[in-house]
C-alpha cells in the first residue's frame, strides 16, 4: 500500500496537470472567436440588450428558417439548457405549412455567447430585435 506522502504527491502532480489543461483550454476558447455557420443555418446581426435597455454592442443569432417565407411563421424557442436543434425532427413537419425560425437563444448554441446579461427580459429583447430585422 503506497504511503501517504507518495498519495499526496500523487494528487498535486493530478491537480497540476488538470489546472494547465483547463488554463489551456480557456485559451483556446477565448481566442477561437465565432465558428462559422454550418450549412443550413443562417445568422443575422442583432443589437445586444440588457435588462434596461440597448448596450450598443451587437451580436450574432444563429437561426434556422425553413418553410414558405409567405406563410404566417411560427418561432420556437429552446429551453436551458439546450440549443437549436431540440427541434430537429419537428420543425421540418411545420414547414410543410408554416415558416418556422428556430433560432440559437442569445448566449447559446452558435450565436454570440458574450452576453452582459442572459435575463430573461434581455433575451425576449434581443428576439424582438432579431425578428424585427427578420421582418
Keep these: 500500500m503506497p504511503e501517504a506522502r507518495e498519495v499526496k504527491r500523487a494528487l498535486k502532480v493530478v491537480a497540476l496537470v488538470w489546472l494547465a489543461l483547463w488554463v489551456s483550454s480557456l485559451i483556446v476558447w477565448l481566442s477561437a472567436g465565432e465558428p462559422p455557420v454550418p450549412e443550413g443555418l443562417t445568422s443575422a446581426e442583432t443589437p445586444v440588450f440588457a435588462a434596461d435597455g440597448p448596450t450598443g454592442e451587437r451580436a450574432r443569432i ?62 425576449a429583447l434581443e428576439l424582438q430585435a432579431w425578428l424585427a430585422e427578420l421582418g
Design 62 to 123: 444563429v437561426y434556422r428558417d425553413l418553410g414558405p417565407q409567405a406563410a404566417p411563421a411560427i418561432v420556437l424557442l429552446h429551453g436551458s439548457p439546450g440549443g437549436l436543434d431540440n427541434f430537429d425532427q419537428l420543425a421540418p413537419l411545420l414547414a410543410e405549412r408554416y415558416r418556422v425560425l428556430v433560432p440559437d437563444l442569445p448566449g447559446y448554441g452558435l450565436s454570440t455567447g458574450a452576453r452582459p446579461d442572459l435575463s430573461i427580459r434581455a433575451q
